[in-house]
């Protein structure tokens, strides 16, 4: 059984090359074949589930789904990584969006197994956040975004039919955190653009009537519409601090982990040191 405990293509601005070579070159801090291993674990939990009911198939998902718990420590170290966060960017956006649309699946399949996807696509969104966060010149395609957004939809709607299926507080505070991180990623619109240029328009044909014109009035009532509910959508709805504190939450987590481990590791050391002071003593 599963031993998980609950709990660009933007911008134009990153390679399609395999990632492990570029990391092979950079330093040792990932498993070797870590991008190759997301490609296959993420292709196994998505089209294997057409077939669950079947013993071989549920295993390999399972394990799949182990794999991407056992590595959430390597997933942390692409969102603190500037280099490994640039050269894996692009294969984390594919991934998170693929593993997204087979949660519309696995919330008819097990409610166990719906959440604990919600948790490893948000471990792929923190990616994703990061490489914003460091990268103020890089965006995500608008298209994109939409179509993470009708899926999320399609998602909330499956949760209200299967509400009694599943732990509806911790499903609503992953998809939350996915919402708020998708809500604050900048993407290639042109829509303001378009808003400024139709009042600038809209300006000059008052100018030349001398009383505003029905192109201000409307191009005016279009931008109002677009700030009031962009304002909605990133302060009321998706504030960007909740996002901010677990995401602050999450690195501190890792960090006492790696602190805790390298101490075990310091005091094993110690160890080894005393027992082989002492059997030299014996002897001499």
């Not at 993407?187 to 600038?200: D, G, H, Q, R």
């Amino acid at each position: 059984m599963l031993d998980i405990i609950p709990r660009l293509r933007g911008g134009g601005c990153v390679a399609t090359q395999n990632p492990q070579n570029k990391v092979t070159k950079l330093n040792n801090k990932l498993p070797i074949n870590f991008s190759s291993n997301i490609k296959d674990h993420t292709n196994i939990i998505s089209k294997k589930s057409l077939t669950f009911s079947d013993k071989i198939s549920q295993d390999e998902i399972l394990s799949s789904f182990q794999w991407f718990y056992n590595h959430k420590e390597y997933f942390q170290i692409l969102c603190n990584d500037d280099q490994l966060n640039q050269i894996f960017y692009q294969l984390i956006e594919i991934s998170a969006e693929q593993l997204l649309k087979q949660l519309v699946v696995y919330i008819r399949l097990s409610g166990f197994l719906f959440y604990q996807l919600l948790d490893i696509c948000n471990d792929l969104f923190r990616v994703i956040f990061s490489y914003q966060l460091k990268n103020e010149d890089r965006y995500m395609q608008e298209s994109l975004k939409q179509n993470l957004l009708e899926i999320i939809s399609e998602i909330e709607s499956q949760i209200s039919v299967e509400s009694i299926n599943i732990w509806k507080n911790g499903v609503e505070f992953e998809l939350q955190l996915i919402k708020t991180c998708i809500a604050h990623c900048r993407t290639n619109s042109e829509k303001e653009k378009e808003l400024v240029i139709a009042i600038v328009c809209g300006v000059a044909s008052s100018i030349s009537q001398l009383s505003p014109s029905a192109e201000l009035i409307d191009a005016l009532i279009e931008a109002g519409k677009y700030l009031l509910l962009n304002f909605y959508d990133k302060q009321i709805q998706h504030p960007l601090q909740k996002y901010e504190k677990d995401y602050f939450f999450e690195n501190l987590k890792w960090s006492i982990i790696n602190q805790v481990i390298l101490f075990k590791k310091q005091l094993t050391l110690c160890w080894m040191d005393l027992i082989y002071i002492q059997s030299h003593l014996k002897i001499g």
